[in-house]
């Protein structure tokens, strides 16, 4: 559905534009499996990941200068 797909887009947004909060939402709808389904949560297990990712070059650039 329409709503699905931009609930999709919004976490992958989330994910690319990472920072704490974003982790945060991300975590928890990532492992609550009481809401969205199986691939509900896998795209916010991957947008997780991304955020993560992204965070830690942002800190390895800011190290490195």
Same mark, same amino acid.
């Given at each position: 559905? &329409?709503? /699905? @797909?931009? =609930?999709? $887009?919004? !976490?992958?947004?989330? @994910? +690319? !534009?990472? @920072? $704490? *909060? &974003?982790?945060?939402? /991300?975590?928890?709808?990532?492992? $609550? %499996? %009481?809401? @969205? $389904?199986?691939?509900? +949560? %896998?795209?916010?297990? +991957?947008?997780? =990941? =991304?955020?993560? +990712? &992204? *965070?830690?070059? =942002?800190? %390895?650039?800011?190290? *490195?200068?």
């Amino acid at each position: 559905t &329409a709503e /699905l @797909g931009a =609930r999709l $887009d919004a !976490i992958s947004s989330l @994910g +690319r !534009i990472g @920072g $704490d *909060d &974003a982790v945060t939402a /991300l975590t928890a709808l990532a492992f $609550d %499996k %009481k809401q @969205g $389904d199986a691939a509900f +949560r %896998k795209a916010a297990y +991957r947008a997780l =990941r =991304r955020a993560r +990712r &992204a *965070d830690a070059r =942002r800190q %390895k650039e800011t190290a *490195d200068r």
